[in-house]
Every structure is written in C-alpha cells, then in structure tokens.
Nanobody, 115 residues
Framework: QVQLVESGGGLVQAGVSLRLSCASS????????MGWYRQAPGKQRELVAL???????YYADSVKGRFTISRDNAKNTVYLQMNSLEPEDTAVYYC?????????WGQGTLVTVSS
C-alpha cells in the first residue's frame, strides 16, 4: 500500500520561502508522475506543479518563476520550493502520485502566508 506524507508547511510572512516535502512509501515512486495541488478556503483544489516520471515539469501560471518542483527517486521524495510567498498562496497543499490508473493523495500540509 502506497502512502504519501507531506511536511514543511507553516505560518510565514509574505516574501519568505518554504520548502514542502512529500515522502512516499511503496515501490511506485520512480514510475509515478508527482504533483503538488492546493486548496484554499472556499475554493476548488488546483494543480500547482507537476513533475513527470521522466523529469519534465509543469507549473500553474500563478506560481511560475516562484515555485520549483523537484524529485529525488533515491529517497522516494518530491519537493516544492516556494519562494516569494504571497498571501494568495495560503492553502492546504497536497501531494499526489499518479501511477497508471492509481491515484494516491497525501493528507495535506497547511501553508499560511500573512501580509
């Protein structure tokens, strides 16, 4: 059974940086496309960044140039480096693994950015 555990969230002021981590158990990590999603209060969950198993990446327009997604297959971990945080980035951030028809979600980590 695959599990994803996020860490690194917290309360920060606008302009600072945070790095989120998502550690995966199980054997599917290297074959999975890994994504970071977020859900702000009263809003739908949205894709923030994606790193495919081959290493190509995608970013939502709202985070391009500020966020960087990376993965370490040896550690079964995906990261989201978030720079120049804005109050609009406040949300619960979820890690997702997509492996063939399997979708696995983490429990989420809260990021709160104060102005």
């Amino acid at each position: 059974q695959v599990q994803l555990v996020e860490s690194g969230g917290g309360l920060v002021q606008a302009g600072v940086s945070l790095r989120l981590s998502c550690a995966s158990s199980g054997s599917i990590f290297s074959g999975s496309d890994m994504g970071w999603y977020r859900q702000a209060p009263g809003k739908q969950r949205e894709l923030v960044a994606l790193i495919r198993r081959g290493g190509s990446t995608y970013y939502a327009d709202s985070v391009k140039g500020r966020f960087t997604i990376s993965r370490d297959n040896a550690k079964n971990t995906v990261y989201l480096q978030m720079n120049s945080l804005e109050p609009e980035d406040t949300a619960v951030y979820y890690c997702n693994a997509a492996y063939r028809s399997l979708q696995v979600w983490g429990q989420g980590t809260l990021v709160t950015v104060s102005s």
